[in-house]
C-alpha cells in the first residue's frame, strides 16, 4: 500500500502561481512513477503530468505545457506541480496518483487506468 496526501491547493488570480505538494508513505516512493491528474464537476479525470522514478522523464498535457512543471525529491517521498500563468481554466482538484508500470511509454503512463494508488486531492482555484 501506499498513501498519498496532497497539500498546497488554494486560491490565486489569473496569471498567478501556486505549488502543490503530494507526500508518499508506504512502500519504497522511488519504485513508483508519479502523475498528477485534475477533475472539474461532471468531468471525467484528466491527465495533467507524470515523472518517472529517477526523475528523467516527465510528460505534460498540451494544455499545461510550459506552464505546469512536474519534480520529486525521493529523499523526501515527494512529488510536486509547480503552475505559472494559471488560467480560470487550471479550476479543479488535484490529485497524485502512484503506478508500479515498468513501462515509461507516453501512450501508457499518461492513462487514469494505469496508477493504482491515489490521495484525495486538493483544490485548486483560479479567479479571473
Known amino acids: 500500500q501506499v498513501q498519498l496526501v496532497e497539500s498546497g491547493g488554494g486560491l490565486v488570480q489569473a496569471g498567478g502561481s501556486l505549488s502543490v505538494s503530494c507526500a508518499a508513505s508506504g512502500r519504497t516512493f522511488n519504485n513508483y512513477v508519479m502523475g498528477w491528474f485534475r477533475q472539474t464537476p461532471g468531468k471525467e479525470r484528466e491527465f495533467v503530468a507524470v515523472?518517472?522514478?529517477?526523475?528523467?522523464?516527465?510528460y505534460y498535457a498540451d494544455s499545461v505545457k510550459g506552464r505546469f512543471t512536474i519534480s520529486r525529491d525521493n529523499a523526501k517521498n515527494t512529488v510536486y506541480l509547480q503552475m505559472i500563468s494559471l488560467k480560470p481554466e487550471d479550476t479543479a482538484v488535484y490529485f497524485c496518483?502512484?503506478?508500479?508500470?515498468?513501462?515509461?511509454?507516453?501512450?501508457?503512463?499518461?492513462?487514469?487506468?494505469?496508477?493504482?494508488?491515489w490521495g484525495q486531492g486538493t483544490q485548486v482555484t483560479v479567479s479571473s
Open positions: 496518483a502512484a503506478s508500479s508500470s515498468q513501462s515509461t511509454s507516453s501512450q501508457y503512463i499518461t492513462r487514469r487506468e494505469t496508477y493504482t494508488y
Open positions: 515523472i518517472s522514478r529517477g526523475g528523467l522523464i516527465k
